[in-house]
Protein backbone atom coordinates (compact mmCIF):
# COMPACT_ATOMS: atom_id res chain seq x y z
CA UNK A 1 0.00 0.00 0.00
CA UNK A 2 1.44 3.35 -1.27
CA UNK A 3 0.71 6.50 0.62
CA UNK A 4 0.18 9.22 -2.45
CA UNK A 5 0.27 12.33 -0.48
CA UNK A 6 3.78 12.69 -0.74
CA UNK A 7 4.10 11.99 -4.62
CA UNK A 8 4.62 15.26 -6.79
CA UNK A 9 2.60 16.34 -9.97
CA UNK A 10 4.48 15.99 -13.21
CA UNK A 11 2.62 18.59 -15.30
CA UNK A 12 1.00 21.67 -14.62
CA UNK A 13 -2.49 21.19 -14.35
CA UNK A 14 -5.58 23.53 -14.17
CA UNK A 15 -8.67 21.15 -13.39
CA UNK A 16 -12.48 21.66 -14.38
CA UNK A 17 -13.91 24.67 -12.11
CA UNK A 18 -16.39 23.97 -9.75
CA UNK A 19 -19.41 24.35 -9.38
CA UNK A 20 -20.19 25.30 -12.59
CA UNK A 21 -22.49 27.48 -13.62
CA UNK A 22 -20.24 29.49 -10.75
CA UNK A 23 -22.52 29.64 -7.52
CA UNK A 24 -21.25 32.58 -4.72
CA UNK A 25 -18.37 30.35 -4.46
CA UNK A 26 -16.70 28.43 -6.67
CA UNK A 27 -13.30 26.10 -6.60
CA UNK A 28 -10.61 25.86 -8.97
CA UNK A 29 -7.82 23.28 -8.08
CA UNK A 30 -4.54 22.79 -9.98
CA UNK A 31 -1.35 21.20 -9.79
CA UNK A 32 2.40 22.26 -10.28
CA UNK A 33 5.36 19.96 -10.69
CA UNK A 34 8.46 22.67 -9.94
CA UNK A 35 8.70 26.00 -7.76
CA UNK A 36 7.59 28.64 -10.11
CA UNK A 37 5.37 32.46 -10.03
CA UNK A 38 1.67 31.13 -10.66
CA UNK A 39 -0.57 33.40 -11.76
CA UNK A 40 -4.62 32.71 -11.87
CA UNK A 41 -6.83 35.10 -13.40
CA UNK A 42 -10.55 35.39 -14.36
CA UNK A 43 -11.63 36.82 -17.37
CA UNK A 44 -15.28 37.39 -18.35
CA UNK A 45 -16.66 36.52 -22.05
CA UNK A 46 -15.35 39.38 -23.53
CA UNK A 47 -11.78 39.31 -22.67
CA UNK A 48 -11.27 41.46 -19.87
CA UNK A 49 -9.38 40.83 -16.89
CA UNK A 50 -12.21 40.73 -13.96
CA UNK A 51 -9.72 39.46 -10.94
CA UNK A 52 -6.27 38.11 -10.08
CA UNK A 53 -6.68 35.63 -7.43
CA UNK A 54 -2.58 34.42 -7.38
CA UNK A 55 0.50 36.47 -8.37
CA UNK A 56 3.37 34.42 -6.17
CA UNK A 57 6.28 31.80 -6.13
CA UNK A 58 4.80 28.66 -5.02
CA UNK A 59 6.69 25.00 -4.53
CA UNK A 60 5.16 21.74 -6.37
CA UNK A 61 2.20 20.68 -5.32
CA UNK A 62 -1.58 20.69 -4.99
CA UNK A 63 -3.31 23.78 -4.30
CA UNK A 64 -7.24 24.57 -4.35
CA UNK A 65 -8.75 27.93 -3.97
CA UNK A 66 -11.81 28.91 -3.73
CA UNK A 67 -13.22 32.65 -5.62
CA UNK A 68 -16.28 34.58 -4.17
CA UNK A 69 -17.96 35.65 -7.23
CA UNK A 70 -20.82 38.11 -5.12
CA UNK A 71 -19.39 41.16 -6.93
CA UNK A 72 -19.97 39.90 -10.45
CA UNK A 73 -22.62 39.53 -12.44
CA UNK A 74 -23.51 35.80 -13.41
CA UNK A 75 -22.26 34.37 -16.86
CA UNK A 76 -19.56 32.97 -17.87
CA UNK A 77 -16.28 33.33 -16.64
CA UNK A 78 -12.86 31.95 -18.06
CA UNK A 79 -9.69 30.71 -15.61
CA UNK A 80 -5.93 31.41 -16.79
CA UNK A 81 -3.25 29.78 -15.14
Request: charged share 10%.
Amino acid sequence: MSNNKFILPIEYVLYNVYPNPFNPVTNIAYEIPEYTNIQIIIFDLAGIQVASLINEFQSPGYYSINWNVDNHPSGVYFVKM
